[in-house]
């Protein structure tokens, strides 16, 4: 296996965990935050999407998609701090949106080379991401950085345990 098939294998496996734990929740359990200090679970989609489709673009202009009008803006960082909420989609959507990103990445992860990976990322990301590489394995394990912020809710709702 080389390794642009890994990184589809990791974009797989986190956004099968992530959808895991999101995919038996109500809309009205979808808006609920995931802890104290959390957010909920169509905020963190909705900001998966965003900063995975911005990523995207940051390696190769024309690699993302389309987004709704004003939806990067509505997951924005600069949106979170100043207290706007966005008005939420339903939960299907999000997964829609979300199946589509993924689908970009992965066109995306098999056009590329093992040499690409080496090359410098786009600029704008922390230093810890500064070659292409660093940027497809955040991209492909993204969400597993919010996917952990499900179970405490999950558990309070008294959902199974699923993984």
């Known amino acids: 296996m080389q390794a642009m098939q890994i990184a589809v294998e990791s974009l797989n496996m986190s956004s099968m965990v992530l959808k895991t734990y999101l995919d038996d929740l109500s809309e009205e359990e979808f808006l609920l935050p995931a802890g104290p200090g959390c957010h909920c679970a169509a905020w963190q989609l909705g900001h998966l999407i965003s900063s995975a489709n911005h990523m995207l673009e940051g390696l190769k202009p024309g690699s993302g998609m389309e987004l709704p009008e004003g939806f990067s803006k509505a997951y924005s960082k600069a949106a979170l701090e100043s207290g706007v909420t966005p008005a939420y989609l339903a939960k299907a959507d999000y997964f829609v949106l979300f199946d589509r990103v993924n689908e970009a990445a992965r066109k995306l992860f098999l056009s590329m080379t093992e040499a690409d ?14 070659t292409v590489g660093s940027i497809v394995v955040l991209i492909a394990n993204h969400p597993l950085m919010h996917a952990g912020q499900f179970v405490p809710l999950r558990r309070e709702l008294g959902k199974p345990i699923r993984i």
């Open 117 to 130: 990976l080496d090359q410098p990322g786009p600029s704008g990301f922390p230093p810890m991401f500064s």
